[in-house]
């Protein structure tokens, strides 16, 4: 069983950072992926990064690339989203998700087993 809890959501103006972590309970975070996903009001749950077991590799949705950076502290069983130049249309409830037992991503909602509570991102214009 892994348990993720997420931090670090909030308001900020367009153009602002925010970063997000999740900490996971699990002792071997350091051997599955990680993703990070939004939901929107009204709108399915959209993938938006995720990073492989050693964070050898990353993957973005198209819209976040150059904004968006993940990464990943295995020692600490954390995972980040630093989000930079931050839009109005990146408001939404952003969750973490683990992919255990597997070392690579996925950019499926189905690929991954575990999810955490969510915390919400919002953008003002």
């Known amino acids: 069983q892994v348990q993720l809890v997420e931090s670090g959501g909030g308001l900020v103006q367009a153009g602002g950072s925010l970063r997000l972590s999740c900490a996971a309970s699990d002792r071997t975070f350091s051997t599955y992926a990680m993703g990070w996903f939004r939901q929107a009001p009204g709108k399915e749950r959209e993938f938006v990064a995720a990073?492989?077991?050693?964070?050898?590799?990353?993957d973005y949705i198209d819209s976040v690339k150059g904004r968006f950076t993940i990464s990943r502290d295995n020692a600490r069983a954390t995972v980040y989203l630093l989000m930079n130049s931050l839009k109005p249309e990146d408001t939404a409830v952003y969750y973490c998700?683990?992919?255990?037992?597997?070392?690579?991503?996925?950019?499926?909602?189905?690929?991954?087993?575990?999810w955490g509570q969510g915390t919400q991102v919002s953008v003002s214009s």
């Open positions: 998700a683990a992919r255990w037992p597997i070392s690579t991503t996925s950019r499926l909602t189905t690929a991954y087993n575990y």
């Open positions: 990073i492989s077991w050693s964070g050898g590799s990353t």
